[in-house]
């Protein structure tokens, strides 16, 4: 019956199909990183952290979504209900939505498109407006204040993740993402991480920034503004606030591993003595395992950032954002022009 299906029907049940498995994979996953915060920053202040809910405490997420999900969902009287229903969903849909060109592995990945890069910036975007008309619809002064708050820093930090892309741009040579990774192919030593390491950390502390953890969290500054943007949100509308920080969380940890640590590829890809015939060769050959081992890695960060610094004040995070890390992303692009034109680094294989 499926080879009766034209061509065209085949192709879009077929990507139907690979869009819901990632989709309830991802949800999956910010369900349980929630779980493993809640386990890294107890065990950091010496507490114990989820242990009731189900085995060693694994149900947490579970009921968490449940308590939010039978919770009243108030509209307040004065606001903006049209756009204060569609707030949450802008926030979270471009999270979701970019991992339609994340290449999860050699062989897969859900739209091979030539500009993915450009699809990335393009909706990694467009999740400020959430949270802009999120506290303007509200009508209230401390939601919009925090959503001012928001804006400014997404737009300062924005910037210097593009040019951070653009370093990036100039080393893989191509906006595919696939193309991106297999650039950086032949082991750790080609990896993106070495020869642009200063964008390496300005892209990953922006993208702290971007979604709104601490210590840049002074959109929701509990303690200063009421909880921010998203003060008047209760139940599922709040999840939704919710699960499209997390959702943030592990795409930033995504493209950070794709960009400068070689996403799927192995760090021991080139290493001889794991030849074909031994039991240990397939440590050196590309997988999804090895992104999800460095998607890992990149939230553990984001979590130990938050367990270690307190919050910034907003002018020192304005500041960090346009006078230290532009400037330094500026200074590098002309730093790789320089490596490109002496062909070392990335473009070595250029030579001749």
């Given at each position: 019956?499926?080879?009766?299906?034209?061509?065209?029907?085949?192709?879009?049940?077929?990507?139907?199909?690979?869009?819901?498995?990632?989709?309830?994979?991802?949800?999956?996953t910010?369900?349980?990183?929630?779980?493993?915060?809640?386990k890294?920053?107890?065990?950091?202040?010496?507490?114990?952290?989820?242990?009731?809910?189900?085995?060693?405490?694994?149900?947490?997420?579970?009921?968490?979504?449940?308590k939010?999900?039978?919770?009243?969902?108030?509209?307040?009287?004065?606001?903006?209900?049209?756009?204060?229903i569609?707030?949450?969903l802008?926030?979270?849909?471009?999270?979701?939505?970019t991992?339609?060109?994340?290449?999860?592995?050699?062989?897969?990945?859900?739209?091979?498109?030539n500009?993915?890069?450009?699809?990335?910036l393009?909706?990694?975007?467009?999740?400020?407006?959430?949270?802009?008309?999120?506290?303007w619809?509200?009508?209230?002064k401390?939601a919009?204040?925090?959503?001012m708050?928001?804006?400014?820093?997404?737009?300062?930090y924005?910037?210097?993740?593009?040019f951070?892309?653009?370093g990036?741009?100039?080393?893989?040579?191509?906006?595919?993402?696939?193309v991106?990774?297999?650039?950086?192919?032949?082991?750790?030593?080609?990896?993106?991480?070495?020869?642009?390491l200063?964008?390496?950390?300005?892209?990953?502390?922006s993208?702290?920034?971007?979604?709104?953890?601490?210590?840049?969290?002074?959109?929701?500054?509990?303690?200063?503004?009421?909880?921010?943007?998203?003060?008047?949100?209760s139940g599922?509308?709040?999840?939704l606030?919710?699960?499209?920080?997390?959702?943030?969380?592990?795409?930033?940890?995504?493209?950070?591993?794709?960009?400068?640590?070689?996403?799927?590829?192995?760090?021991?890809?080139?290493?001889?003595?794991?030849?074909?015939?031994?039991?240990?060769?397939?440590?050196?050959?590309?997988?999804?395992?090895?992104?999800?081992?460095?998607?890992?890695?990149?939230?553990?960060?984001?979590?130990?950032?938050?367990?270690?610094?307190?919050?910034?004040?907003?002018?020192?995070?304005?500041?960090?954002?346009?006078?230290?890390?532009?400037?330094?992303?500026?200074?590098?692009?002309?730093?790789?022009?320089?490596m490109?034109?002496?062909?070392?680094?990335?473009?070595?294989?250029?030579?001749?």
């Amino acid at each position: 019956m499926w080879g009766m299906l034209p061509p065209l029907m085949q192709y879009l049940v077929e990507t139907t199909f690979w869009i819901v498995v990632v989709m309830i994979s991802v949800i999956l996953t910010v369900a349980f990183t929630t779980y493993f915060e809640r386990k890294v920053i107890g065990y950091m202040q010496g507490r114990i952290g989820p242990n009731r809910v189900g085995p060693l405490g694994l149900g947490q997420p579970f009921a968490d979504v449940i308590k939010l999900l039978v919770k009243e969902v108030i509209v307040p009287q004065k606001s903006n209900r049209f756009l204060f229903i569609i707030a949450p969903l802008l926030t979270l849909t471009p999270a979701l939505a970019t991992w339609a060109v994340i290449p999860l592995s050699d062989t897969f990945v859900i739209a091979d498109i030539n500009a993915g890069l450009l699809y990335v910036l393009s909706l990694t975007s467009v999740g400020v407006y959430g949270v802009i008309l999120a506290g303007w619809a509200t009508n209230s002064k401390y939601a919009f204040l925090g959503a001012m708050r928001s804006a400014a820093q997404i737009v300062a930090y924005e910037i210097a993740m593009g040019f951070a892309l653009v370093g990036v741009l100039m080393a893989g040579g191509s906006l595919n993402l696939g193309v991106i990774i297999e650039a950086q192919a032949g082991g750790f030593s080609n990896w993106f991480i070495l020869p642009l390491l200063p964008l390496f950390f300005v892209y990953l502390i922006s993208g702290v920034a971007e979604t709104n953890r601490a210590p840049f969290d002074v959109a929701e500054g509990e303690s200063e503004i009421v909880a921010g943007f998203h003060v008047e949100y209760s139940g599922v509308a709040f999840a939704l606030f919710f699960l499209g920080e997390y959702a943030n969380i592990i795409l930033i940890s995504a493209l950070t591993s794709i960009f400068f640590l070689g996403g799927y590829l192995s760090p021991f890809e080139g290493w001889t003595f794991l030849g074909d015939g031994q039991f240990l060769s397939f440590l050196r050959e590309p997988s999804l395992a090895w992104l999800c081992v460095k998607i890992c890695f990149f939230i553990f960060v984001f979590f130990w950032l938050r367990a270690t610094f307190p919050r910034y004040r907003y002018d020192q995070i304005m500041r960090l954002g346009w006078k230290v890390f532009i400037p330094v992303t500026i200074v590098w692009i002309v730093v790789e022009g320089i490596m490109a034109w002496l062909q070392v680094g990335p473009w070595a294989n250029l030579a001749g």
